[in-house]
């Protein structure tokens, strides 16, 4: 319905697709440390990956080791 308030911006499908798109970015994001996506798009994800990254820092439960020295890539161990 037109001119029915919402919480922010859908891009595109209903809450649920938003939910779902939001996810696999912030995957994305943290997974390939940069992502090329829109600028819209880039503004309403900041926050979640700071949500994340901040959660994930101060987590006693979480540590990410090494998997290979000469790599990049981590394990995650809880």
Do not use: W, Y
Not at 47 to 60: D, F, H, L, Q, R
Not at 65 to 76: G, K
């Amino acid at each position: 319905m037109r001119g029915t308030p919402t919480k922010g911006k859908r891009f595109g499908g209903d809450s649920a697709h938003q939910k779902a798109m939001m996810g696999n970015l912030v995957a994305s994001m943290i997974a390939a440390e940069s992502i090329v996506t829109t600028e819209a798009k880039a503004k309403a994800l900041r926050p979640i990956v700071e949500k994340v990254v901040t959660a994930a820092k101060n987590s006693p439960r979480v540590r990410c080791t090494p998997i290979d020295a000469s790599s990049r890539s981590f394990a995650i161990r809880t």
